[in-house]
């Protein structure tokens, strides 16, 4: 999370075309980060302004451009998720995947594949050049998955398509439930995915309808299955969802998952040393934990609702670890929580680390104007 870069433009103006090199169209809203990588751009979007006519309606949308030109080269269209079986019946749940919001989350770019985590809570593994240069598969079944649940008429392929290697639903794999919009920046190292799982309340915004789910998974590479999981207990007293990505670093010689709960805790994990055996789902170990709000309610926190002046504190940004510290923003909850906020530092390479140290970890805190849902850069 610290970049090398100098010289960039202090500013731009995309009337005049000052220090812009080109535009590319999306749809009409955007909530993802756009992605460089081997001379394509990736970011994610909505379906309001269609690329192609055959994908009509709300959709979820990952498009690639070329770097040098911004020339459209294909997109990734997903259709929203309006209903899981065993939980819903009767009318849609729009909180399942929110109207309009499209893809929200950055791509990860890895040699010759991309993964990235759909609308529907799916983590895709796809190929850069899409279907250009055919399918490649193991997964084959592209068209089904862009035509929508309750359409039989199947909306054929074509090279403006994305190109699915495999697809890990979280929902059905993980045992999630997804709310608003799934977000994750997903960190790879060597074999293994990380991810959080944006698992969260349901319509009514008081209630977990899957306390058991994972807030952080571990996926294999190659293949999409899911080999770990934290089992700390953090998604029964999520206060919305958990939409902070985790982050990776080496502290004291071990590589350590620094990730921060919907419920409002930043969790340290050792990253795995080895892939465990098919049919098998390891518990990821944890090193300490750290509560940045530790006068905040961490029981029945639904209570708190639409509460503006108190109650617990959520954590939206990704922590990011510089010299043995890590710094990231927690306070109330943006939609619905006392407008509290702060920007916190902790030592986070402390030796002997164990537990709970939240009484011995803060270095600073700062407080800031209500809600931040930013990663410090």
């Given at each position: ?108 770019v890895d040699g010759d594949r991309v993964y990235i985590v759909s609308n529907r809570?799916?983590?895709l593994c796809l190929d850069p050049q899409g279907l250009v240069n055919g399918n ?200 619905w929580g006392k407008n509290e906020a702060w920007l916190k530092c902790m030592n ?30």
């Amino acid at each position: 999370m610290v970049s090398p870069e100098k010289n960039l433009p202090s500013t731009f103006d995309p009337k005049s075309g000052q220090n812009i090199k080109w535009t590319a169209r999306l749809g009409n809203e955007s909530h993802s980060t756009p992605v460089v990588a081997d001379g394509r751009v990736y970011v994610g979007t909505n379906n309001g302004e269609p690329r192609h006519p055959k994908h009509q309606g709300d959709r979820g949308v990952l498009m690639c451009f070329e770097e040098k030109s911004g020339k459209f080269l294909w997109q990734l269209v997903v259709p929203k998720r309006r209903w899981i079986t065993e939980d819903i019946s009767g009318p849609e749940d729009p909180y399942l995947d929110w109207p309009k919001t499209g893809i929200s989350s950055p791509a990860t770019v890895d040699g010759d594949r991309v993964y990235i985590v759909s609308n529907r809570g799916e983590v895709l593994c796809l190929d850069p050049q899409g279907l250009v240069n055919g399918n490649d598969g193991p997964f084959k079944e592209e068209a089904r998955h862009h035509t929508p649940e309750d359409v039989s008429e199947l909306i054929p392929t074509d090279q403006t398509d994305g190109d699915i290697i495999w697809a890990f639903d979280m929902t059905s794999g993980a045992g999630i439930y997804t709310h608003d919009g799934a977000h994750s920046s997903i960190i790879v190292d060597g074999d293994l995915l990380y991810l959080n799982t944006g698992t969260g309340v349901d319509n009514t915004h008081k209630k977990i309808r899957r306390p058991d789910a994972p807030g952080l998974i571990v996926l294999e590479k190659k293949t999409g299955r899911l080999v770990a999981r934290e089992r700390e207990g953090i998604s029964p007293n999520v206060f919305h969802a958990t939409w902070a990505a985790p982050s990776m670093a080496t502290v004291n010689g071990r590589k350590v998952i620094f990730f921060a709960g919907g419920n409002g805790i930043v969790y340290a994990f050792e990253a795995l040393s080895k892939i465990p055996p098919p049919g098998e789902i390891a518990t990821l170990k944890k090193i300490w934990q750290f509560d940045p709000d530790p006068a905040a309610p961490k029981e029945n926190v639904h209570r708190y609702n639409q509460n503006r002046r108190e109650g617990p504190s959520n954590i939206y940004s990704m922590p990011v670890f510089v010299d043995g510290r890590l710094y990231f923003s927690v306070g109330g909850d943006l939609f619905w929580g006392k407008n509290e906020a702060w920007l916190k530092c902790m030592n986070a390479e402390e030796k002997g680390y164990m537990g709970d140290i939240t009484s011995k970890a803060e270095v600073w805190s700062a407080p800031l104007d209500k809600h931040s849902v930013s990663t410090p850069p």
